[in-house]
């Protein structure tokens, strides 16, 4: 057994990605004993990240979700 563990894959961040931005991902190989908890195992579809990710990091649940940073229902305030 390597040292932390088979690789398994799971989703990580192409490029740099600020919060409200398109999930950018694509599928690597990972330590099994370095996995994230909620760790995506497939390239998420019309998701957007809520914080910051960096490129090369794993994307997890927990930073990923549907549509903008304004909840459904709801506007957010006009900036000048």
């Known amino acids: 057994a ?5 690789p398994v894959t799971i989703a990580v961040a192409r490029v740099d990605l600020p ?3 398109a999930v950018g991902a694509e ?4 330590p099994a004993g370095l996995v ?5 195992t497939r390239v998420p579809e019309g998701l957007v990240v809520t914080q910051s990710v960096l ?3 794993p ?5 990923v979700g549907e549509g903008g940073l304004v909840p459904p229902g709801r ?4 900036t000048r």
């Open 19 to 21: 919060p409200g931005a």
């Open 27 to 30: 599928l690597r190989p990972w």
């Open 75 to 78: 506007r957010a305030p006009q």
């Open 59 to 63: 994307l997890v649940r927990a930073r």
């Open 2 to 6: 390597r040292r932390f563990g088979e």
């Open 36 to 40: 994230p908890e909620g760790a995506l």
């Open 55 to 57: 490129a090369g990091e």
